[in-house]
């Protein structure tokens, strides 16, 4: 199912630039699988047929599968569709800039998710969460999660803590402890981890706050949805060799986050999904291993 | 100037500890008191502001100033704290601006809450200048004007009965509690950090007991004698931060802000921390002071010069952090920013005092 496509005008060429990458995307090569992501800082290759992009996304947010979410089950979730109530979402993180994009996620994602959960009531509320969750921030946010008990958190996290660049093994374990926390009290996660930007590929302590965040997604059973994987990926394929500092990273940083709503949708649809399939517990798909391409 | 007091000390303490604590990370956060107890120096800073409103609002020979003057009085404060919180909001912004274009990082835009700023600037603008829109580590100096704001009213009461503005005061802190009230963040969803109508209590604590006690020596009876009582709690405070305990806000009953340590709301737990504090430090000051003179005159001087300090404080701090985020960090680094940042502290209230004293330049 196709999502409204809301760019702003000045976002066209980049989309008909998009769905020519995706037309003639068969010989392109696949990228290579990355155990941990410690990217270069290079154009990644379009997708190929075999791992083309997500087609339920709109064209400008296709990401290939892999590159996008881990699953796991969602039973909050799941027990609100059952008894026919409204799902209660709470959308906890920071907010990347993009013209507009702000005000508008929260909707956005309550949009998408209604639109891909039929007959569902979905009630989302966003909270800014100040602070690093290594200090402070994390107790924080269980006031949230006590003042509105959602069925369901989406939390993009690592921001702030990387950018106050905390102890990881400060941040690991608080992150770790506040996810068991929400756990503990029958509420769903679904993590998000920080978003992609091309100065700080080859930032060794950033890389690592994002496996950090993949790894407790994987470690607590939560899905995950690869914010900055799918920004990367849509980096290179938005790659038009731009130069100026103002140019290509401060759009991206737009496309990422009007993207987000769709690839968190995604991912909570599908995780929703995959339970009824009576599937495994363990993530169906793993972080930063692609799924078969061929 | 008037000379080093306890008051100015004290605040010039939590200026310094302020300072520190919002650059998140640095290795000497560790070492400030915030760290080891329930409560942290913005209550401090607060109590520390309604004090000094008693004072302020009196003549030396302890007359009440006219109605009033006093209305006026702290109309003109409300009103230089909105400035310099619209300055400092400014340049944060400016500087996360800055920065992210010379290292090329969209990330540092998303710095607390500035991202809002940056992708909604028409909603934003407006925020701003309501004061609904904070960033993080920017939240004291919206409090601080609407505390100021709504000051004349207790202070009009204070002076008909203590009583009554006592009982106002808690009577609207405990409804802002058990109905979790608190003002509205716009453009993001959300409420304010720090909830004025839970802190206001603080503030009016103070300025009813800087009152109780210029009339009556009752007060410094009965805090010598709960002392004990005031370090107990210390150690009490001590022991549960360490040991990380602290209530599940989830399982604690109905209204569960009455048992939280909910800093948003200023939660019973840290009021109760608070005053165990200053019960247990009451007398540090008297002693400490002949023996650390230089450093105490030095925190004087930050405490004499708050707004000036706190303003440029949190910008040093901003500072501070995005130069720990573009250096890495490290050692070496968190000392050079302890440093500078509180040469620069120092220098901001020797300049402010130096100024006044200066007749003003004619133009």
Known sequence: ?294 | MRDPNAIDFWRGLALVTIFINHVPGNTFERYTYSQYGISDAAELFVFLAGWSIGIATRGRDGHPEPRGRTVIRLLSRTIEVYRAQLTVMLLALASIAGTALVLDNPLILEWHNAGTFFADPIQTIVGVALLTHQLGFFNILPLYVVLLGIAPVFVLIARESRTAALVFSGGLYLLSLIEEWNLPSWPGEGDWFFNPLCWQFLLVLGFVLQDWNRESDTLARWSRRLMPAGVALVLFGIALAVLEIRPDPLRVPEPRLLFTFDKTYLTPARLIHFLGVLLAFRAVYGFLAPRIGPVAGYLARLGRNSLAVFSMGSLLSLGGQLLRFWTGGGLLIDLTILCLGLLAMGFTAWFVEWRSRKPRPRV
């Open chain 1, 1 to 294: 199912m196709a999502l409204p496509q809301t760019a702003p005008p000045g976002l066209r060429p980049l989309l008909v630039a998009a769905l020519l990458f995706a037309a003639a995307s068969a010989r392109a090569e696949e990228p290579a699988p990355q155990p941990v992501p410690r990217p270069a800082p290079t154009v990644i290759s379009p997708p190929t047929s075999a791992e083309a992009g997500d087609a339920s996304l709109s064209p400008e947010c296709r990401v290939p599968g892999s590159q996008l979410y881990t699953l796991a089950k969602l039973r909050a979730v799941k027990a609100a569709l059952k008894e026919k109530r409204p799902v209660r979402v709470l959308s906890i993180g920071g907010i990347s800039a993009g013209l507009g994009a702000s005000a508008t996620y929260p909707v956005k994602l309550e949009t998408a998710l209604e639109r891909s959960l039929p007959d569902v009531d979905v009630e989302v509320e966003a909270r800014g969460l100040q602070g690093e969750i290594a200090s402070g921030a994390a107790e924080r946010l269980r006031s949230m999660v006590a003042e509105l008990e959602p069925d369901l958190v989406v939390w993009q996290v690592g921001t702030h803590d990387a950018l106050a660049r905390v102890e990881l093994s400060a941040f690991s374990d608080a992150l770790d402890d506040t996810v068991r926390w929400i756990k503990s009290h029958d509420i769903d996660v679904v993590l998000v981890d920080p978003q992609y930007t091309a100065s700080l590929a080859d930032d060794a302590y950033y890389n690592d706050v994002v496996r950090t965040v993949r790894e407790i997604a994987a470690r607590e059973h939560v899905p995950l949805v690869q914010r900055y994987e799918a920004m990367r990926y849509l980096a290179g394929r938005a790659d038009k060799g731009e130069g100026h500092m103002l140019g290509r990273q401060f759009r991206l940083n737009d496309l990422g986050l009007r993207c987000m709503a769709e690839h968190v949708t995604r991912a909570i649809t599908l995780s929703l999904l995959q339970q009824e399939g009576g599937s495994r517990e363990a993530p169906a798909q793993q972080a930063g291993q692609p799924a078969p391409s061929r």
